[in-house]
């Protein structure tokens, strides 16, 4: 795990990668409880046996969305970033879904640091971020997300 505590330390990654995460399973248990959060609960994310018999992929799969939600919680496995008055995730500049990920998958985030540029005192970093799956040649995802951070003087 990296430490960074201000732009100038940050800035030293410029172009390299800054690591990878641990392995998280998608449960059922997370599947179902975020389509209860957005309200989307379309079969092929929540009824297992009509997705299991019914399905392309055999299985339940999970949104979309929720492999996404994992980004700053898997973020901060990678990194941690100290010294702040504030951390916000201010957005996503490309991003593309290649592969389905299925219950019980283990995905992990890597992450490199494509640009980063100081805002009058506020450091706004932009992640090329891929989620990968266990055994699976192509990403869950991958693309850009941009994050601000304003570090204590």
Excluded: C
């Excluded at 957005?38 to 992929?57: C, K, S, Y």
């Amino acid at each position: 795990m990296q430490i960074i505590t201000s732009h100038a330390e940050f800035e030293q990654y410029l172009g390299k990668e800054l690591g990878v995460s641990s392995w998280h399973t998608i449960t059922q248990e997370q599947i179902n409880k975020f389509a209860d959060a957005t309200l989307d609960h379309q079969w092929i994310h929540v009824d297992e046996e009509r997705a299991q018999n019914e399905g392309p992929f055999k299985a339940t799969i999970a949104h979309g969305y929720l492999t996404l939600s994992l980004i700053p919680y898997l973020w901060k496995e990678i990194v941690d970033i100290q010294n702040l008055k504030m951390e916000i995730n201010y957005g996503i500049e490309s991003l593309r879904f290649a592969q389905a990920v299925t219950v019980n998958s283990k995905v992990r985030l890597k992450a490199k640091l494509a640009s980063i540029i100081n805002l009058r005192g506020v450091t706004k970093v932009n992640m090329g971020i891929e989620m990968e799956i266990e055994d699976q040649k192509k990403p869950a995802f991958s693309g850009e997300v941009v994050f601000l951070y304003h570090f204590i003087s």
